[in-house]
C-alpha cells in the first residue's frame, strides 16, 4: 500500500532550535509538495519539487526555512532558528507529475508532521 | 495562477440527508484535475473524489459524486446519505498539469448531525 510518510509526526522544540522534517514521498513520484497548515490561514504552500529541482519556493520564508530533495526517496524542510509563529502542521505530498498521459494524475498527502514551538 | 474559492466556510446537515459543496475556480489551462479532500479532526488529509477536465462524465465514488461545469468553472461535491463520520473539512483542489501546481479553496467545514 503505497503511502507518503513524514516524519517526526509530533515535534514540541524550544524556540531558537533547529527542526528537520522529513518526508519519503510514494516510489515512482516525482512531484513533492510542502504545504503548512495553521488554524488561521489554511493550507500554505510553502515550496515544491520536480525531479527534485525547486520550481516553487515563493512561498516559504527564506531567511530561516529551506527545503531540498537529496535524493528521489527524501525531502526535507528545515527551520532554523524555529519560532513560535512556526506552530503548524506540515505537510508533504507527491504525485506522478506530467508525462504522455493525464490518466493517473493524483497528489496523495502524508500524515503531516505537528509541530509546536515554545 | 489559479484561484480557487470555496464560497460557504461552514454547512451543517442532517444525518442520511443530501449535501452540497461549492467550489469555483479560475484558470486558463484547458488540460487539468480537480480534487475533494476530506481532512477530520486528525488532520489527514484523505482524497475523496477526483475529476479530469478533459472527462465530460462526472465522477462518482460511493456516495459521493460532483457536478463539474467546465464552461462555468464550478466543480460542486455532493454527499448522499450523509454519516456521522462525513463530519470534517473538506477542501477543493485544482492541479495545473502545465506547472504542476496544486492550488487548495479555503475550505468547508461540515458538521453532519444525528
Known amino acids: 500500500d503505497a503511502r507518503v510518510t513524514q516524519t517526526p509526526r509530533h515535534k514540541v522544540t524550544e524556540m531558537g532550535q533547529e527542526v528537520t522534517m522529513r518526508c519519503q514521498p510514494i516510489?515512482?513520484?516525482?512531484?513533492v509538495f510542502w504545504y503548512r497548515q495553521t488554524m488561521m490561514q489554511g493550507l500554505e504552500l510553502l515550496a515544491y519539487?520536480?525531479?527534485?529541482?525547486?520550481?516553487?519556493d515563493s512561498g516559504m520564508p527564506k531567511d530561516r526555512f529551506s527545503a531540498e530533495m537529496p535524493d528521489a526517496t527524501l525531502a526535507t524542510l528545515k527551520i532554523q532558528p524555529s519560532e513560535p509563529r512556526d506552530s503548524a502542521v506540515y505537510f508533504c505530498?507527491?504525485?506522478?507529475?506530467?508525462?504522455?498521459?493525464?490518466?493517473?494524475?493524483?497528489?496523495?498527502f502524508g500524515e503531516g508532521s505537528w509541530l509546536t514551538v515554545v | 495562477a489559479q484561484t480557487v474559492t470555496q464560497s460557504q466556510p461552514e454547512m451543517s446537515v442532517q444525518e442520511a440527508e443530501t449535501v452540497t459543496l461549492s467550489c469555483t475556480y479560475d484558470?486558463?489551462?484547458?488540460?487539468?484535475?480537480l480534487f475533494w479532500y476530506k481532512q477530520p479532526p486528525s488532520r489527514q488529509m484523505i482524497l475523496v473524489i477526483r475529476?479530469?477536465?478533459?472527462?465530460?462524465q462526472n465522477a462518482t465514488e460511493n456516495r459521493f459524486s460532483v457536478n463539474f461545469q467546465k464552461a462555468a468553472k464550478s466543480f460542486s461535491l455532493k454527499i448522499s446519505d450523509s454519516q456521522l463520520g462525513d463530519t470534517a473539512m473538506y477542501f477543493c483542489?485544482?492541479?495545473?498539469?502545465?506547472?504542476?501546481?496544486?492550488?487548495f479553496g479555503g475550505g468547508t467545514r461540515l458538521m453532519v448531525k444525528p
Open positions: 505530498a507527491s504525485g506522478p507529475g506530467t508525462g504522455s498521459s493525464l490518466s493517473g494524475n493524483t497528489i496523495y
Open positions: 516510489l515512482g513520484h516525482n512531484t
Open positions: 519539487f520536480r525531479n527534485r529541482a525547486p520550481l516553487d
Open positions: 484558470t486558463s489551462e484547458n488540460n487539468y484535475y
Open positions: 475529476q479530469e477536465a478533459y472527462k465530460q
Open positions: 483542489a485544482f492541479f495545473n498539469n502545465a506547472g504542476n501546481m496544486l492550488t
